[in-house]
């Protein structure tokens, strides 16, 4: 599992977003391709809903609860960094917080709904490609694009 960290090289902070710089290789994605960065904007319409400040605040609420480097920690003591299993779960309780049947859908299906939303919402195949790192647009249509349930 790709583990995010907090280190002034994978993680930059600048006034309107934060970016990810991934230093591993996504298990999906093809031999030799460079992991883009991951981008975590300000969302100035509502801030109540802006990932920027959630993560902003997220990280000086666990400053003291963080071992090393890892971003996720337990909310239960002795406040470890997260699993795989654990993050899974997480996922699974916001799909379910937002409405989305779990007995469908499942914590590995947000690369599916993901790329199929932007895809509906007009990005160009070429960027998805790109951003995903698969070589083809048949990878695309066979594994991930799905229609959306209603």
Partial sequence: MLQL????????????EFVFILDGHVKQSRPNYSVPP???????????????????????RT????????LFVSFIKPHKAIGSQTLARWIKTVL?????????????????????AAFQAGI?????????GWSNAEIFKR????HVIN
């Fill in 63 to 70: 400053d003291g609860l963080r071992q090393g480097e890892r």
């Fill in 124 to 132: 160009g195949l070429d960027d998805i490609l790109k951003k995903a």
């Fill in 5 to 16: 960290k907090i280190n002034e090289k994978c993680l930059k902070k600048a006034q309107d």
């Fill in 96 to 116: 379910h917080a937002s409405g989305i049947g779990i007995t469908t859908f499942k914590p590995h299906s947000t690369r599916h709904a993901a790329s199929t």
């Fill in 38 to 60: 991951v981008v975590i904007p300000k969302y100035t319409p509502d801030v109540d809903i802006c990932p920027y400040l959630c993560l902003e605040e997220y990280i000086r």
């Fill in 143 to 146: 594994f991930y694009y799905k």
